[in-house]
């Protein structure tokens, strides 16, 4: 298997082979499983591990190891099922047996390496690399003893690792954004290295086109948009390419230069047919101050735009600077007339309003939300937890108050007290909080864990000693704080 690769051909599997593997399944089940050979084995696991079929997939695993007890795959599977199955300890013990024991080969320290490197195990991962290419050198440990030159900021080693590994397979240059992007969500300590090693890969290989998207990748994810142009625009010159365009228009945006953001949007669209790049387009014409046609390409924004979660910001955005708030939620509810708001939506739309001062289009937005709820208790606790969290704690005060204060649900009346608690904890207001609570502990003693102990203990400690006490004996994470 080569483990750089993440095309998930291992998760595509043809009806034959799924209808194997639940031939399997089915002979478990009937006590009456008929021999497979190793192949069919590795067909029958991997179909197994994709379907997630635990038990099944144990049995398969055990059995394959009894059937054929030389063939380090099997012994792979194990630890991939320990993992899989979230047992970390029992896997890293595991390969240390197995490495002890089992008779050495490539694949095993290959694999073996592999996983104690991305699982962070307490393994002598270079050590195992060389004794893989010890044995029988390959594309797959060339490549992962490029990774730990990288970690360790040796680029010339990395460098020469790397040709090896396009020595003996030269796809592994398509598998540079495992290499690279993989570490870089947030700025790596590793940055400079890659860099280094991106720049020399784009004067080593100059006209594939996939070494210069990497490397263009890897400076927008830090910020150094001049660069990042400069890769894009070599790499969509090599080959035109939607998303190259695409990626073109947005280190335009990141410079602002939003009519060129304009002008290569739209010249994605026409390469590929498609409007998909509608919410880049409605910031771009605002930043250019045409805010009624931003709004109408922000309106145009479905899931298939790339940048579809950022529309519900900037629709805020433009409508703010349009000095029209107040039409947000009728905006809101025109983007979904064709289907429902869903909480996870709404939520990203009142995340945006919360950075505004929440006035009336927050409040309507954060009542709609009732609809989602099968009961009034469970919108109140999410109504709390939310605002709380974005502190807005006077808008789910005042929504509480005037729709459910003297509500006659018993579920909600057992619970609201802690609620209002939580809300004026965040609205600097103890002397109220402290009385709801009183209310709530009377009523409904065991409820304080479930809707108020989740609360930042150590911050209630230092702003309201006295609700801390309070509360304390319920809590043995509460005494801790304290003895700390």
Known sequence: MKFYNDDNEEDEFTEDEISMANGFCEACDSGSIRD?????????????????????????????RKAFPEDPGFVIWQTRYYIWNDQREEAQQFMQKILRHFPASAELYEEMAFIAYTFHFNLNVRELVSKAIAIEPSSNAYFLLTNLYLDAHNVDKAYD????????????????????????????DRFEAELDFADRLCKRFPLTKHVWVVAGSLYTMNAQHDKALEAFEFAVSIEPEELLYYAIAQEHCHLGHYQETLDYCRMAEELSGKK??????????????????????????DEKDIDFPFAFSELVNTLSEMGRMEDIP??????????????????????????????????????????????????????????YLVRTPKVAIQ????????????????????????????????????QHLQNALI??????????????????????PDIYYMVSPYSDQFSDVRNN
């Open 36 to 64: 497979y050979d190793e192949e069919e084995y590795d067909i029958i696991i991997s179909n197994l591990m994709f379907a997630q079929k635990g038990d099944y997939l144990k049995k398969a695993i055990e059995q394959a």
């Open 161 to 188: 690792c790397f040709l090896e590994a396009y020595r003996y397979d030269e796809g592994v240059i398509y598998s540079l954004d495992m290499l690279i992007l993989s570490h870089n969500t947030q700025r790596s």
């Open 276 to 301: 998909n790049a509608n919410v880049l387009i409605g910031k771009a014409l605002r930043k250019l101050h045409r805010y009624d046609e931003s709004l109408i390409s922000l309106l145009k924004a």
């Open 330 to 387: 009728d905006y809101i509810d025109r983007f979904y007339q064709a289907e429902n708001l869903t909480l996870d939506k709404l939520e990203w739309v009142l995340d945006c309003l919360s950075v505004e001062s929440p006035g009336l289009a927050f409040e309507q937005l954060c009542r709609s939300a009732e609809d989602q709820f099968s009961n009034p208790c469970d919108y109140c606790a999410w109504l709390a937890e939310f605002c």
């Open 399 to 434: 929504i509480l108050e005037d729709g459910f204060a003297d509500s006659d649900d018993p579920d909600l009346y057992e619970h609201l007290g802690y609620f209002f608690a939580l809300l004026f904890i965040a609205d600097n207001n103890p002397k109220q909080a402290i």
């Open 443 to 464: 009523i409904n003693e065991s409820g304080i864990f479930e809707d108020f102990l989740a609360i930042d203990t150590e911050q209630l400690y230092k702003q309201f």
